[in-house]
Each structure stands twice: as structure tokens, then as C-alpha cells.
């Protein structure tokens, strides 16, 4: 049995209660905003959000309506968030197809995710649970915030690993800290698993953007973005980060202050990679993900007592960390 037969298991049937719940979501009978929504079903991914929020319900009690909406509600949001980041970014791809904005063009794209926005809000408002639409609405808040201070941290020239962990924080971290905390809540958990359960989806969403900022530094046609796009966008990432302070190598340092100001060659990305991997940047991440590996581990382990909710949930972790796109 494959990680995500084993993580679906205990949920299966509520998952599929979820797709028909989103699929209808993204469902209209305007033909411009309904070609673009079946655009958008194409790329729904693996649904790794609602797949957390459910098994976090069931473990504190039951997967209800409410949950079910919740879960809807958010991972509309978390889409309308990926929308306007491409038109931001002038991202070409998402997931291996064509991103909105590409296929259509930016004006279609900021409307389609404020549409999906009021959508998302339309779903969390049907739980009529004041906790989980606060938390929602202040996810919105945080990620949009997130993605201002990453534009922002792109011109700053300072090289950190704070300003890196800020940036994700409030993007991936985040998201992944309201799944938990919105599935508990929608089960009626009490105050405690609440900060349990969100300080295990924030580790959890740490693990995932270093996965994925781990990435960038392989050349592969699977993972839906470009190798070394990061660096293109004027991104500095963990695993460049500590191969720059373990080494204060002043050359490569320059070229790190060339990405921040978009004024970098595709060559000198190149170097840049091949440096951070010679100079143990990706060893250095790998490490940070297994610490917190091991403390998300450690909550499951004390925390969960359905054995097939527990076994599910480290696989969860453990694909996460293993996942190759």
C-alpha cells in the first residue's frame, strides 16, 4: 500500500463527501468564469489540506457538516491565494499546467480569485461557528501579508535565516497551522489539542516549504516549476542561506545580492546552486526537517489514539518529507 492509500484510509469516504462539496464549489454556468474554473479542477493536486483538516476532526471527535465546509472553504481560499500569486509572479505554470493568467490573461485571473475568495468565505460562513470563520478570515490576512513581505524581503539585502522563516510563517506554515486548527475546532476540541494541533500544523508547514525550497536545486520536469526558479524571482532559500554563512564565500555572496536585485544571469544561478549543494546546504535543511520530523512525530505519538488515524498521520509526515514533487 502506497503513503497516500494509508493516509486516505481513515477518511475515505468523508474525502470523497469533500470533492463532491469542492467540484461543486467550482462549478458555474457563465461560460468565460466556467472554463476557467474547470481550468482550475484540472490542478486540485492531491488534497493534502482537507486530508489533514479531516483526520484532525476525527481524531478529536467526528468529520461533521461544519468540518466539511471548513475544509472547502479553505482550500478555496488557499486556490484564490495561488491565482493571484501567479499574476503577481508572472508565473507561466502551477502544478504542471498552465497557470491562469497564462491560459487567460491577468485580468481574468484577479477576478476568477476574488470570485473563489468570496466563494471560500460563502462556505466557512454555512458552519456557522464565529472560531472557524475568524480563523479563516485571519488566514486570508497572514497570507496576503506573507507574500508582501516576501516581495518586500526580495529588495532587502539582508541574508538571514530569520527573514526566511518570517516569509514562510505566514505563507505555507500558516495554512497548514489553520488546517489543524480549523479541523479541531470543528470537532469541538478543547483549548488544549486546539494549541497542540496548531503547533503540530506549523511544523508540518514548515517541513512542506523547505521540501519544496529543496527542489529548486535538482533539475527535474515533475515538480510543476522551473529548477532554480526561486533564484530567478529573486529568492534567497534555506539550503543557499546556511552554504553562504557557513562559508562567508564573498564571490558567492555577490552573486546572492545580484538575485535579490533581479540582476543575476541564468550561469550565475547555476554556480550558485552548484555551491550550495557542495557546501552541505542541502544536508543542513534535510536536518532541520527531521528535527521537526521527530517533534511531529512526538505529537501524533501522544496525542492520537486511533491506531488508524495514528498510522495515518505519520505517513502524512513521512510523505511529506519523501514526497518528489
Known sequence: MDYLSIIKHPIEGDLNDFSSLFNDA??????????????????????????LILLIAKNYGNISYVTQHSAVGLELLHTASLVHDDVVDDSEERRGQKSVNAEYNNKVAVLVGDYLLSTALLNVALTNNDLIVQNLAELGRILASGEILQLSNISNCEISEDLYYKVIE????????????????????SKEQIEKAKKFGHELGVIFQIKDDIFDYYDSDEIGKPTGNDMTEGKLTLPVIYALRSTNNEE?????????????????????????????????AEKVMADLHDSCNAYISENVSDPYIRESLYKYVEFVIQRTK
Open 26 to 51: 467550482l462549478s458555474h454556468s457563465n461560460g468565460l468564469l466556467a472554463s476557467v474554473l474547470e481550468h482550475i479542477k484540472k490542478r486540485t493536486g492531491k488534497q493534502m489540506r482537507p486530508m
Open 170 to 189: 505566514q505563507k505555507t506554515a500558516a495554512l497548514f497551522e489553520s488546517c489543524c486548527t480549523i479541523g479541531a475546532l470543528s470537532a469541538n476540541a
Open 252 to 284: 558567492m555572496y555577490s552573486i546572492a545580492r545580484k538575485v535579490k536585485n533581479h540582476d543575476v544571469t541564468p550561469e550565475e544561478i547555476k554556480q550558485l546552486v552548484e555551491f550550495t549543494k557542495a557546501n552541505g546546504g542541502i544536508e543542513y
